[in-house]
Structures are given as structure tokens and as C-alpha cells.
């Protein structure tokens, strides 16, 4: 079984932008839970390459096994106040998945709704519109303000993050902006 070094060791190789050993440390996780919290923990340490390719190896993990994530639920939901782009990006991606209580949605909500408005990367806006989007599709309390964040995106955002807005439109009939 893998130890919490070396999960260290092998999530420290390679470039930070670069998903790296992050699968390889995701496959040991699944078959290993225990590591579980020592992965997550990794997504506050000092080294940004550690922090970013620990954030690939959970949603490698959401994709195969997401059932494995929701006992750490509160962790995750904690993480996500990292200024780091790469955690925002990934845990955007599988947080609105998560069996979440309300004070946990409302949280992330807030969270994505800063990322998305005030963020610095670009990369990170995007996927907040998109996790926006997800939890309206899971929780319609929320719809209003995904409309809202979309026409901002087809506004004022980025290309990519227009696009996005055109494809979420098309892909999710609740969505309304014309009302707006």
C-alpha cells in the first residue's frame, strides 16, 4: 500500500500544469480509502505542483468513484477556499455532484459565485459558471442567479467563457436569459 511519503514524492514530479503521477496516485486511492484524507490534505501544502496535481488525482477519482469522496465531503467543501486556480478548477467540477447539506451548498455557492465574478483566472471562471450551473440543475433555488451569472459571461467574460455560456444555454433548457 502506498504511503502517505510517497503519495508526496510522486505528486511533487513533473510540471505543475501537468496532470504528472496525479492517475497513478488516484488509482492507489481508490483501491487504498484510508489515504483518502492525506490526499485531500495535500490540496493546503506549500508546494503549488503538489497542491495542483493532488487536485487532478480527486477528480480523477470523482470520475471513477465518487461515492468515495462523500464522507469527506466537509473537507472538500473547505479546500475550495484556496486561491489556487487548479483546486478551484477541479473541485468545480465535482463539488455540485456531492451529497451536500444546505449550509455546505450555500457555502460553495458563495464560493463559485466570488471565483466566477472575482477571480483571476480565467480557466477558474469558467469552471465556476459551469458548477453554477450544475448545482441550479440540482437545487432550482439557485436557477435565478445562474441566469444572472450566464448573461454576465456572454457580456463581459472571456471567449472561452463565452462559448461555455452559448453551450450551457443550449444544454440546459431551465436556463433563461431573456427574461433578464
Not at 477528480?59 to 465518487?66: D, E, G, M, Q
Request: negative net charge.
Amino acid at each position: 500500500m502506498m504511503q502517505p511519503g510517497e503519495m508526496l514524492e510522486l505528486l511533487a514530479e513533473g510540471e505543475r500544469k501537468a496532470v504528472a503521477k496525479s492517475s497513478f496516485v488516484a488509482e492507489q486511492v481508490i483501491e487504498n480509502p484510508v489515504l483518502m484524507p492525506h490526499l485531500i490534505s495535500l490540496l493546503t501544502f506549500e508546494n503549488t505542483t503538489v497542491v495542483s496535481h493532488a487536485a487532478h488525482a480527486l477528480h480523477t477519482i470523482s470520475k471513477a468513484k465518487l461515492e468515495l469522496l462523500l464522507q469527506h465531503s466537509a473537507a472538500l467543501v473547505g479546500a475550495l477556499a484556496s486561491d489556487q486556480w487548479e483546486v478551484q478548477e477541479q473541485l468545480g467540477k465535482f463539488l455540485p455532484k456531492l451529497s451536500l447539506d444546505a449550509e455546505q451548498q450555500e457555502h460553495i455557492w458563495q464560493r463559485f459565485e466570488d471565483i466566477f465574478y472575482n477571480g483571476t483566472s480565467s480557466i477558474a471562471r469558467t469552471c465556476a459558471l459551469q458548477a453554477m450551473v450544475d448545482m441550479s440543475n440540482a437545487f432550482s433555488a439557485y436557477r435565478g442567479k445562474a441566469d444572472i451569472a450566464i448573461v454576465y459571461a456572454l457580456e463581459q467574460g472571456s471567449k472561452a467563457m463565452q462559448a461555455r455560456a452559448r453551450n450551457l444555454i443550449k444544454n440546459y433548457e431551465w436556463i433563461s436569459v431573456n427574461n433578464i
